[in-house]
C-alpha cells in the first residue's frame, strides 16, 4: 500500500557528496518513521540514519557528523545528504518507511534500493 522510489546515488570520488531521495506514494494513516539502510555484499544490512515523527534523528556511529537525513512532509519525501564520502561507504543503499495503512496494521516497507559507490 505504499510505494517508495529512491534515487541519488552514483559513482565518487572519495571525500565528494552524494544526496539519496525517497519519494513514498499510496495509502496511509500515519507515517511513523523514515530511515535509511545500507548493504554492501557479504555485509549484514545496517541502519544508516532515522528520522521518527517527531523530529529525532538518529545515525549510525560510521556516519555521524557526515550524513544528515531529513523530510519533506509536503513532498513525503525523506532525503539523506551524505558528505565526506569515504570507500567504506559503498553499499546499496535503501529508504525504508514504517507505515500505518488504512486497516491501521503497521508494516515496514522497503524501496528498491540506490548504488552508492565511493572510490579511493
Known amino acids: 500500500q505504499v510505494q517508495l522510489v529512491e534515487s541519488g546515488g552514483g559513482l565518487v570520488q572519495a571525500g565528494g557528496s552524494l544526496r539519496l531521495s525517497c519519494a513514498a506514494s499510496?495509502?496511509?494513516?500515519?507515517?511513523?518513521?523514515m530511515g535509511w539502510y545500507r548493504q554492501a555484499p557479504g555485509k549484514q544490512r545496517e541502519l544508516v540514519a532515522a528520522i521518527i515523527s517527531g523530529g529525532k534523528t538518529n545515525y549510525a556511529d560510521s556516519v555521524k557528523g557526515r550524513f544528515t537525513i531529513s523530510r519533506d512532509h509536503a513532498k513525503n519525501t525523506v532525503y539523506l545528504q551524505m558528505n565526506s564520502l569515504k570507500p567504506d561507504d559503498t553499499a546499496v543503499y535503501y529508504c525504508?518507511?514504517?507505515?500505518?495503512?488504512?486497516?491501521?496494521?503497521?508494516?515496514?516497507?522497503w524501496g528498491q534500493g540506490t548504488q552508492v559507490t565511493v572510490s579511493s
Open positions: 499510496g495509502s496511509w494513516v500515519s507515517m511513523n518513521a
Open positions: 525504508s518507511v514504517e507505515a500505518r495503512t488504512p486497516d491501521f496494521r503497521v508494516w515496514d516497507y
